[in-house]
Protein backbone atom coordinates (compact mmCIF):
# COMPACT_ATOMS: atom_id res chain seq x y z
CA UNK A 1 0.00 0.00 0.00
CA UNK A 2 0.94 3.39 -0.59
CA UNK A 3 1.92 5.70 1.51
CA UNK A 4 0.18 9.21 2.24
CA UNK A 5 2.35 11.71 0.75
CA UNK A 6 3.59 15.07 2.21
CA UNK A 7 3.81 18.11 1.05
CA UNK A 8 7.99 17.86 0.90
CA UNK A 9 7.36 14.56 -1.54
CA UNK A 10 8.99 15.27 -5.10
CA UNK A 11 6.20 14.44 -7.69
CA UNK A 12 6.34 12.89 -10.59
CA UNK A 13 7.83 15.31 -13.06
CA UNK A 14 10.29 16.49 -10.06
CA UNK A 15 11.45 13.17 -10.11
CA UNK A 16 11.98 12.68 -13.88
CA UNK A 17 14.21 15.40 -13.81
CA UNK A 18 16.18 15.15 -10.49
CA UNK A 19 17.08 11.21 -10.87
CA UNK A 20 19.04 11.49 -13.63
CA UNK A 21 21.38 12.93 -11.53
CA UNK A 22 21.68 10.94 -9.09
CA UNK A 23 24.48 8.79 -7.92
CA UNK A 24 24.31 5.26 -9.39
CA UNK A 25 23.60 2.35 -7.16
CA UNK A 26 27.46 0.43 -6.64
CA UNK A 27 27.83 -2.83 -8.32
CA UNK A 28 29.29 -4.02 -5.28
CA UNK A 29 27.77 -4.75 -1.27
CA UNK A 30 24.42 -5.08 0.10
CA UNK A 31 21.72 -4.30 -2.10
CA UNK A 32 19.89 -1.44 -1.27
CA UNK A 33 16.48 -1.70 -0.30
CA UNK A 34 15.30 1.28 -0.08
CA UNK A 35 14.14 2.85 -3.24
CA UNK A 36 16.16 6.40 -4.25
CA UNK A 37 13.15 8.69 -4.27
CA UNK A 38 11.61 6.85 -0.99
CA UNK A 39 15.47 8.58 0.28
CA UNK A 40 15.46 11.93 -1.85
CA UNK A 41 12.20 12.80 0.00
CA UNK A 42 13.18 11.75 3.74
CA UNK A 43 16.23 14.11 3.17
CA UNK A 44 13.78 17.01 2.04
CA UNK A 45 11.53 16.42 4.79
CA UNK A 46 14.17 17.16 7.12
CA UNK A 47 15.16 20.17 5.37
CA UNK A 48 11.74 21.71 5.13
CA UNK A 49 10.29 20.90 8.38
CA UNK A 50 13.76 21.26 10.63
CA UNK A 51 13.52 17.83 12.97
CA UNK A 52 15.92 15.71 14.11
CA UNK A 53 16.77 12.87 12.14
CA UNK A 54 15.41 10.70 15.12
CA UNK A 55 12.06 11.88 14.26
CA UNK A 56 11.83 11.33 10.43
CA UNK A 57 7.98 9.35 10.03
CA UNK A 58 8.19 5.95 9.99
CA UNK A 59 6.77 5.49 6.87
CA UNK A 60 10.46 6.91 5.33
CA UNK A 61 12.63 4.16 4.64
CA UNK A 62 14.45 4.08 8.90
CA UNK A 63 15.69 7.48 9.80
CA UNK A 64 19.70 6.04 9.87
CA UNK A 65 19.58 4.98 6.40
CA UNK A 66 18.47 8.32 4.79
CA UNK A 67 20.90 10.03 6.92
CA UNK A 68 23.42 7.69 5.80
CA UNK A 69 22.79 8.65 2.22
CA UNK A 70 22.59 12.50 3.30
CA UNK A 71 26.15 11.78 4.93
CA UNK A 72 27.70 9.75 1.91
CA UNK A 73 26.65 12.35 -0.53
CA UNK A 74 27.85 14.80 1.40
CA UNK A 75 31.55 13.40 1.67
CA UNK A 76 31.07 12.90 -2.09
CA UNK A 77 29.83 16.38 -3.25
CA UNK A 78 26.24 14.98 -4.86
CA UNK A 79 24.64 18.38 -3.09
CA UNK A 80 26.71 20.72 -4.83
CA UNK A 81 26.68 18.86 -8.54
CA UNK A 82 23.03 18.68 -8.49
CA UNK A 83 22.82 22.35 -7.43
CA UNK A 84 25.20 23.25 -10.79
CA UNK A 85 23.12 21.17 -12.80
CA UNK A 86 20.04 22.70 -12.06
CA UNK A 87 21.17 26.11 -11.50
CA UNK A 88 22.48 25.86 -15.61
CA UNK A 89 18.47 24.40 -16.41
CA UNK A 90 17.37 27.22 -14.81
CA UNK A 91 19.60 29.78 -16.16
CA UNK A 92 19.12 28.18 -19.85
CA UNK A 93 15.18 27.88 -19.32
CA UNK A 94 15.20 32.01 -18.43
CA UNK A 95 16.91 32.26 -21.99
CA UNK A 96 20.73 33.19 -20.35
CA UNK A 97 23.81 31.01 -21.07
CA UNK A 98 24.93 28.13 -18.96
CA UNK A 99 27.34 30.51 -16.84
CA UNK A 100 27.06 33.65 -15.48
CA UNK A 101 29.74 36.69 -16.26
CA UNK A 102 28.27 38.41 -12.95
CA UNK A 103 27.28 37.50 -9.53
CA UNK A 104 25.89 38.87 -6.18
CA UNK A 105 28.08 38.03 -2.71
CA UNK A 106 26.85 38.45 0.80
CA UNK A 107 26.60 36.72 3.99
CA UNK A 108 23.89 35.76 6.69
CA UNK A 109 25.10 35.64 10.50
CA UNK A 110 23.10 32.75 12.20
CA UNK A 111 22.78 31.69 15.83
CA UNK A 112 24.02 28.34 16.36
CA UNK A 113 22.97 25.48 19.03
CA UNK A 114 24.46 23.23 21.51
CA UNK A 115 25.39 20.83 18.54
CA UNK A 116 29.27 21.67 18.84
CA UNK A 117 31.53 22.74 16.09
CA UNK A 118 32.75 26.27 15.13
CA UNK A 119 31.07 29.46 15.72
CA UNK A 120 31.99 32.78 17.06
CA UNK A 121 30.51 35.90 17.94
CA UNK A 122 29.51 38.73 15.09
CA UNK A 123 29.98 42.21 17.17
CA UNK A 124 27.94 44.03 14.49
CA UNK A 125 24.54 42.00 14.39
CA UNK A 126 25.04 40.94 18.41
CA UNK A 127 25.05 37.27 17.15
CA UNK A 128 27.22 34.24 18.07
CA UNK A 129 27.22 31.75 15.91
CA UNK A 130 28.35 31.24 12.04
CA UNK A 131 28.17 33.28 8.85
CA UNK A 132 26.29 31.60 5.25
CA UNK A 133 28.18 33.46 3.28
CA UNK A 134 26.82 32.82 -0.46
CA UNK A 135 27.60 33.75 -4.18
CA UNK A 136 24.65 34.10 -6.63
CA UNK A 137 23.97 34.54 -9.95
CA UNK A 138 21.56 37.73 -11.25
CA UNK A 139 18.65 35.44 -10.79
CA UNK A 140 19.16 34.96 -7.06
CA UNK A 141 20.89 31.08 -8.00
CA UNK A 142 23.46 29.86 -5.90
CA UNK A 143 27.10 29.58 -7.41
CA UNK A 144 28.79 28.69 -4.11
CA UNK A 145 28.35 29.06 -0.40
CA UNK A 146 31.12 28.74 2.22
CA UNK A 147 30.03 28.51 6.24
CA UNK A 148 32.30 30.10 9.11
CA UNK A 149 32.44 30.98 12.08
CA UNK A 150 30.70 34.26 13.09
CA UNK A 151 33.57 36.55 13.82
CA UNK A 152 35.18 36.49 10.56
CA UNK A 153 34.62 39.72 9.27
CA UNK A 154 32.71 39.47 5.42
CA UNK A 155 36.03 41.11 3.54
CA UNK A 156 38.19 38.39 5.17
CA UNK A 157 35.62 35.31 4.48
CA UNK A 158 35.09 36.45 1.14
CA UNK A 159 38.51 35.75 -0.17
CA UNK A 160 38.04 32.09 0.19
CA UNK A 161 34.65 31.56 -1.66
CA UNK A 162 35.87 33.88 -4.28
CA UNK A 163 38.83 31.92 -4.80
CA UNK A 164 35.93 28.55 -5.57
CA UNK A 165 33.92 30.16 -7.04
CA UNK A 166 36.95 31.30 -9.91
CA UNK A 167 37.91 27.76 -10.19
CA UNK A 168 34.35 26.50 -10.77
CA UNK A 169 33.37 29.53 -13.20
CA UNK A 170 35.77 31.16 -14.86
CA UNK A 171 33.40 33.01 -16.85
CA UNK A 172 32.84 35.02 -13.83
CA UNK A 173 34.10 38.61 -13.78
CA UNK A 174 31.85 41.07 -12.15
CA UNK A 175 30.61 40.77 -8.40
CA UNK A 176 28.54 43.20 -6.51
CA UNK A 177 28.71 43.75 -3.08
CA UNK A 178 27.57 45.80 -0.08
CA UNK A 179 29.59 48.47 1.64
CA UNK A 180 31.06 45.57 3.90
CA UNK A 181 33.27 44.31 1.48
CA UNK A 182 34.88 47.69 0.89
CA UNK A 183 38.64 48.37 0.79
CA UNK A 184 41.71 46.35 0.46
CA UNK A 185 39.17 43.55 -0.61
CA UNK A 186 38.08 45.51 -3.86
CA UNK A 187 42.11 45.30 -5.15
CA UNK A 188 42.62 41.99 -3.86
CA UNK A 189 40.24 40.51 -6.05
CA UNK A 190 41.69 42.35 -9.27
CA UNK A 191 44.50 40.94 -8.63
CA UNK A 192 44.38 37.49 -7.20
CA UNK A 193 41.01 36.11 -8.98
CA UNK A 194 40.55 38.61 -11.75
CA UNK A 195 37.17 40.22 -10.55
CA UNK A 196 35.93 43.04 -10.48
CA UNK A 197 34.02 44.14 -7.57
CA UNK A 198 31.54 47.09 -7.37
CA UNK A 199 30.51 48.32 -3.85
CA UNK A 200 26.58 49.22 -3.94
CA UNK A 201 26.23 51.45 -0.72
CA UNK A 202 22.93 52.88 0.30
CA UNK A 203 23.07 56.53 0.46
CA UNK A 204 22.54 58.60 4.11
CA UNK A 205 19.73 60.53 2.47
CA UNK A 206 17.29 57.71 1.71
CA UNK A 207 15.30 57.79 5.01
CA UNK A 208 13.66 54.18 5.57
CA UNK A 209 13.51 50.98 3.62
CA UNK A 210 14.58 51.03 0.22
CA UNK A 211 15.50 48.26 -2.55
CA UNK A 212 19.26 48.82 -3.11
CA UNK A 213 19.56 47.42 -7.14
CA UNK A 214 21.56 44.36 -7.12
CA UNK A 215 21.79 43.46 -3.69
CA UNK A 216 17.94 42.79 -3.58
CA UNK A 217 18.83 39.95 -5.69
CA UNK A 218 21.04 37.67 -3.01
CA UNK A 219 18.41 39.31 0.05
CA UNK A 220 15.81 37.32 -1.88
CA UNK A 221 17.90 34.16 -1.90
CA UNK A 222 18.36 34.16 2.04
CA UNK A 223 14.57 34.42 2.21
CA UNK A 224 14.01 31.52 0.05
CA UNK A 225 16.36 29.18 2.20
CA UNK A 226 14.45 30.45 5.11
CA UNK A 227 11.51 28.77 4.21
CA UNK A 228 13.61 25.93 5.22
CA UNK A 229 12.85 24.90 9.31
CA UNK A 230 16.38 23.12 9.09
CA UNK A 231 17.84 26.62 8.13
CA UNK A 232 15.94 28.35 10.83
CA UNK A 233 19.58 27.96 12.93
CA UNK A 234 22.32 26.26 12.29
CA UNK A 235 22.16 23.00 13.65
CA UNK A 236 25.22 20.95 12.26
CA UNK A 237 28.39 19.68 14.32
CA UNK A 238 30.33 20.38 10.87
CA UNK A 239 30.11 23.21 8.33
CA UNK A 240 30.10 20.97 5.15
CA UNK A 241 26.97 20.00 6.49
CA UNK A 242 25.37 23.44 7.29
CA UNK A 243 26.12 24.03 3.42
CA UNK A 244 24.74 21.09 2.17
CA UNK A 245 21.04 21.60 3.77
CA UNK A 246 21.55 25.28 1.96
CA UNK A 247 22.52 23.43 -1.69
CA UNK A 248 19.17 20.98 -0.46
CA UNK A 249 17.13 24.06 -0.10
CA UNK A 250 18.32 26.09 -3.55
CA UNK A 251 17.61 22.11 -5.26
CA UNK A 252 14.25 22.05 -4.20
CA UNK A 253 13.08 25.14 -5.31
CA UNK A 254 14.53 24.90 -8.67
CA UNK A 255 13.32 21.50 -9.50
CA UNK A 256 9.60 22.53 -8.79
CA UNK A 257 10.68 25.98 -10.70
CA UNK A 258 11.57 23.61 -13.58
CA UNK A 259 8.77 20.71 -13.04
CA UNK A 260 6.08 24.12 -13.78
CA UNK A 261 8.11 24.82 -17.14
CA UNK A 262 6.74 22.37 -19.71
CA UNK A 263 9.18 23.65 -22.07
CA UNK A 264 12.22 22.49 -19.93
CA UNK A 265 13.62 19.69 -21.54
CA UNK A 266 14.52 16.53 -19.13
CA UNK A 267 18.66 16.54 -18.75
Not at 23 to 29: A, F, H, I, L, R
Not at 93 to 111: N, R
Not at 156 to 178: H, V
Amino acid sequence: MERITYPTDVSDREWEILKILMPSTPEVGRPREAPWREIVNGIFYITRAGCAWRLLPHDFPKWFTVYYYFRLWRKMGIWEKINDELRKTVRMAAGKKEDPTAAIIDSQSIKTTEAGGEKGFDAGKKINGRKRHIIVDTNGMLLKVNVHPADIQDRDGAKNLLKEAREKLPTLSMIWADGGYAGKLVEWSKSKVDMNIEIIKRTDKIKGFKVLSRRWVVERTFGWLGKNRRLSKDYERVNQTSESFIYLGMTRLMIRRLALNPSVAVF
